[in-house]
Structures are given as structure tokens and as C-alpha cells.
């Protein structure tokens, strides 16, 4: 139970630690700050929700970001003929019909999810692009304010948090949540338990779709317009979210709440980047660091149980060492 | 193909519809499902 509560603690102290480093380093950063933190970890955060349940099932995929922004697109259309019922409707609807394409070109096509995602990422942004040229001709979607100020800060606050509620009653309270699991862990075990993994991996989606419905609102409300972008710019959408769920995953064993582990890592990586921005480092190595960091995250969590191991064999080493008289 | 659009003058979001479809046409001809268990 110590144990238990040492590692919850030093979990929650990684976002103060790293806060309080930047603080020490930098002028201009410091509990002024803490709204911009809070509030450019929301879209990361809720895009992070987005991609767990098929980072989980073992799949990638980086076509997230375009279907948030396809979803915004698709919500700022109803909402000029429906008013705010039909934004959120919208928004769940374009962000839901994109993840069923997505589902089930990776089903019937059986192609690898990486290729589909690709695929789907350029076609999204094609269909966000044809749509807000249909209705305004412009790159720029805009939203009234009446409508967009109930997803700013802080509201958005609450709209993550409830993401992230809704998240884990469905990962841990439900069969489709073990069923997630069970596919991510070992897909042919599943299988030969009678899993059919294939469905499992739709309903992944579909989930990702809902949570990417959740992020449009946000995005769009974030500052009531969304840039509608093509050749690929949304895949930026995708790295720290990526980052941030890679290190909530690596926090699941100190702590088995993914949306909480999630919303930390994401916490921490806003923490960092503006940080080195208060340090005035400039925008190209901020990517450098962007891409090294996300090397570091990547390896460190692909090879734990290597690092682990190594661990241990080290620790045993030591204990034989001690035990032989020289 | 590149080439050829560039012919045709399609515009940037033509070539990248026609982009996508290609990709995904060619890795689903060429991907080899015999050899795999699980398609990931």
C-alpha cells in the first residue's frame, strides 16, 4: 500500500517537477502560465483519448487529426442551419462517419491500419478542403461566438475531464474495453479464445471516432475557426498526442487510469514545449527536440520489458556477488 | 504520374486525391496476406 502510494505520488510530482524546472530556468514562465498549460494540454489530451483505444489494439493511426478537423468542418456547416444542436451533432457525426470509412477500408481492404490512415488522412483533408470551399470558399471556418464560447477555456476543461470519465467507464467498466485488451495484448490468443478481433478493432475506431468528435468541438471552439489544411499539415496534429499517450501507457503500471495517465503526459509535454519557448529556443529546434523526444518515448516504451530484464539480471548479479565470498 | 498531372494541370487537392487512391490501390494489390497471421 506504501509502495502504491509512493508511486501515485511520484507519477503526480513529474508535471510539478518539470513546472517548477522551467521556473527556476526562465523569466517569463511561471503560474502566469498555468491557463496556457491547461488549456493547450485540452485538444492534445482528448486527440490522446482518440488514439488510445487503437493504439491499444495494437494499430496505428494518423488520420486523427484530419477527421478532427473534418468533424469541425462538418459541425460549423450544421451549425449555421441548425444552431448549436446541430454543431454537436455535426461535429459527432463527420468525426464518426470518417472512422467508420477508415474501419472499414482496413476490414475489407486488408491492408495494414499505417497505409489506411495515410490514405485517409489525404483524402479527409481533401473532403475538409471540397467542403469549406463549398461553403464559404475560404480555408477558414468559422463558428458564431454564441456557439464557440461554450467549448473555450475553461470550459474545454470540461469537456476533457468528462472525456476522460466517459474513457474509463468504457475501458474498465465494460466488455469492449477488456475485449480492446485482449486484442492489443495477443491478437491470435484472442482469436483462438473465440474473440472476433476483427470486430473489436471497428468498435476501436468507432470509439475513436467519438472522442475525435469531442476534440472537434474543442478545436473549433479553442478559438472559433479552424484552418482547413491539405499536403499532410495535419499529421503535426498527431506527434504530441502520440508522445503523450506513449508516455501514459508507460505510466500504466504505477498507475492503471489511462485517461489520468494520459492527461499527465500530455501535461508534461505542454509543460516542456512552452518552456523551451519561455527559454526563447527557436522554432526549428523545438522540432529537433520534438523528434529526438519522441525517439527517446518510443524506445524507452517499446523496450521496458528489455530494460527491465536488464534490470533484473543486473540486481541478481549484484545479490551473487554479495552472497560468494571473494 | 507525377508528371503526367503536372500535364493535365491538376490542382494540388486533384493530386492528392489521385495520390491517396493510388497509395492505397498499390499497397492493396501488392501487400502479401498469405504470409501474414494478423494484419496490424
Do not use: H
Not at chain 1, 488514439?51 to 469541425?72: H, K, N, W, Y
Not at chain 1, 491478437?187 to 478481433?197: D, K
Amino acid at each position: 500500500m506504501k509502495k502504491r502510494i509512493i508511486r501515485l505520488a511520484g507519477v503526480f510530482l513529474v508535471p510539478f517537477a518539470l513546472f517548477f524546472l522551467f521556473m527556476l530556468l526562465s523569466d517569463g514562465f511561471g503560474f502566469q502560465s498555468i491557463p496556457i498549460l491547461l488549456g493547450q494540454s485540452m485538444i492534445p489530451t482528448v486527440i490522446g483519448l482518440a488514439m488510445a483505444p487503437i493504439m491499444q489494439t495494437e494499430l496505428m493511426d494518423f488520420s486523427i487529426g484530419a477527421r478532427v478537423v473534418f468533424g469541425s468542418v462538418v459541425g460549423s456547416v450544421c451549425a449555421c442551419y441548425f444552431g448549436i444542436t446541430g454543431f454537436f451533432i455535426g461535429c459527432l457525426v463527420g468525426s464518426l462517419v470518417i472512422a467508420l470509412i477508415l474501419a472499414l477500408v482496413y476490414r475489407l481492404v486488408k491492408i495494414p491500419s499505417l497505409v489506411v490512415s495515410f490514405a485517409m488522412l489525404m483524402l479527409t483533408e481533401v473532403a475538409a478542403y471540397w467542403l469549406a470551399d463549398a461553403i464559404g470558399k475560404s480555408y477558414i471556418v468559422k463558428i458564431p461566438e454564441s456557439i464557440y464560447s461554450i467549448g473555450s477555456y475553461p470550459y474545454n476543461i470540461v469537456f476533457t475531464v468528462s472525456a476522460g470519465i466517459i474513457f474509463y467507464l468504457i475501458m474498465y467498466n465494460t466488455k469492449i474495453g477488456s475485449l480492446i485488451n485482449a486484442v492489443g495484448n495477443d491478437e491470435i490468443l484472442a482469436i483462438n479464445m473465440g474473440v472476433n478481433s476483427q470486430n473489436v478493432k471497428l468498435k476501436a475506431f468507432l470509439l475513436s471516432g467519438f472522442f475525435g468528435s469531442i476534440c472537434s468541438v474543442i478545436l473549433i471552439c479553442y478559438s472559433g475557426t479552424v484552418a482547413v489544411q491539405t499536403g499532410m499539415v495535419t499529421i503535426n496534429m498527431v506527434f504530441k498526442p502520440m508522445m503523450g499517450v506513449m508516455i501514459g501507457l508507460t505510466l500504466l503500471r504505477l498507475c492503471n487510469n489511462i485517461p489520468l495517465m494520459i492527461l499527465i503526459g500530455e501535461l508534461c509535454i505542454s509543460i516542456i514545449f512552452n518552456g523551451l519557448i519561455a527559454l526563447g529556443i527557436s522554432d526549428n529546434f523545438q522540432n529537433i527536440l520534438l523528434g529526438v523526444f519522441l525517439l527517446l518515448v518510443l524506445g524507452i516504451s517499446g523496450n521496458t520489458e528489455k530494460i527491465r530484464e536488464a534490470a533484473r539480471k543486473r540486481e541478481t548479479r549484484r545479490l551473487q556477488a554479495a552472497v560468494i565470498p571473494k | 504520374m507525377e508528371s503526367g498531372m503536372v500535364i493535365l494541370q491538376f490542382d494540388n487537392i486533384t493530386t492528392q486525391l489521385v495520390k491517396a487512391l493510388v497509395f492505397i490501390i498499390a499497397v492493396g494489390i501488392s501487400f502479401d496476406r498469405k504470409n501474414v497471421k494478423v494484419i496490424k
